[in-house]
């Protein structure tokens, strides 16, 4: 009888104790859930979640390369400038091959001109500030094809807004390269891009929408700046 009431016991202690790890299970599930859930609606709706992970300035492959170059012009290292820039011609191609504006035809130029830069590189003729000068077109053509491509995106998604970000980002060391007046103006731009910017994405009511309204405007006088100054 003994022995019975034992074995009840602990058969009983032992389905208690399956509950209780099932009940754990189960919130347990229930929490990285709903945690999924939470990080996944931040991803897709709050607008700054991704953009803090932005941390350094995000360079486009071709830039990387042309300001290599510039470094060994800057040392004399000719034959090491004239790699750089021939692979910073073919990351260019890449960057504004979807491009089908009415910059096509001027940005093939520009990428012919390079390769005459690549070739005076190779013999030692070439400086570098003449090949600052001779990349800052092409490269103008290919971010005034990134506002563009923004301009097609869903309007103030995660995407969207760092893309617009990185191309700021980018327009903004383009104009390092330019004539004071020109440098300028850019900066000023994309100051005032950033700022409605921030107010489309934090502001509060009316300022929201109108500043969402007036991005749209900026964008055209960027793309005009770029246009006047290529």
Known sequence: MKTKFIFSAAM????????????????????KYEADS?????????????SEEIAEPVLAASEKHFDAAVKY?????????ATE????????????AL??????????????HLEQLQKLAGEGKLTSAELKKGFWPAEMMVTHYAIEKWESLPEFEVKSND?????????????AY??????????????ETRALLQTAEHGAGADVQKAKQD????????????????
């Not at 939470?38 to 991704?50: G, Q, R, S």
């Not at 491009?99 to 990428?111: A, C, H, M, P």
């Open 163 to 175: 893309h617009l970000r990185v191309t700021l980002d980018g327009l903004e060391r383009k104009t």
């Open 38 to 50: 939470l990080k996944d609606d931040k991803v897709a709706y709050d607008t700054t979640y991704k």
């Open 73 to 81: 012009l800057d040392g004399k290292e000719y034959k090491q400038a």
């Open 85 to 96: 820039i021939g692979e910073g011609i073919t990351a260019i191609r890449t960057e504004g």
């Open 12 to 31: 009983a202690a032992l389905g208690i104790g399956i509950l209780q790890t099932g009940c754990e299970s189960r919130k347990k599930a229930e929490a």
């Open 99 to 112: 491009d089908k504006g009415e910059l096509k035809t001027e940005f093939s130029k520009s990428v012919k």
């Open 178 to 191: 330019s004539e004071a007046s020109v440098k300028q103006e850019g900066k000023k731009l994309v100051s």
């Open 215 to 230: 991005l749209k405007h900026q964008t055209a006088k960027l793309k005009a700046y770029i246009k006047k100054n290529i």
